[in-house]
């Protein structure tokens, strides 16, 4: 099994940064893909951004050149830093990794963007 703790999520202004982090704990022998994914009201869940445990990145293209995933392999933690937010950034971000052993997801957090 694979906990999932997401942090960093809050209120910002149109134009602000937030940083979000996801930690993974329990057991496993090693994460493969990890993802931020989120999910506006009323609109389907959606891939936000992914990194491989090489490195490899991925980007939906509405966040493409605003937000940036990284990840420590060490403390099998990932990150998102968002910047530019946007009030269609607006939506509950979940972290989703990827292991031999399954899928996980987070609780997810709150990102809300004001204008």
């Known amino acids: 099994q694979v906990q999932l703790e997401e942090s960093g999520g809050g209120l910002v202004q149109t134009g602000g940064s937030l940083r979000l982090s996801c930690a993974a704990s329990?057991?496993?022998?090693?994460?493969?893909?990890m993802g931020w994914y989120r999910q506006a009201p009323g609109k389907e869940r959606e891939l936000v951004a992914s990194?491989?445990?090489?490195?490899?990145?991925n980007y939906v293209d509405s966040v493409k050149g605003r937000f940036t995933i990284s990840r420590d392999n060490a403390k099998n933690t990932a990150y998102l830093q968002m910047n530019s937010l946007k009030s269609d950034d607006t939506a509950v971000y979940y972290c989703k990794t990827v292991t031999l052993t399954g899928i996980y997801w987070g609780k997810g957090t709150l990102v809300t963007v004001s204008s």
């Open positions: 329990g057991r496993f022998f090693r994460i493969n893909v």
């Open positions: 990194i491989t445990n090489g490195g490899i990145t």
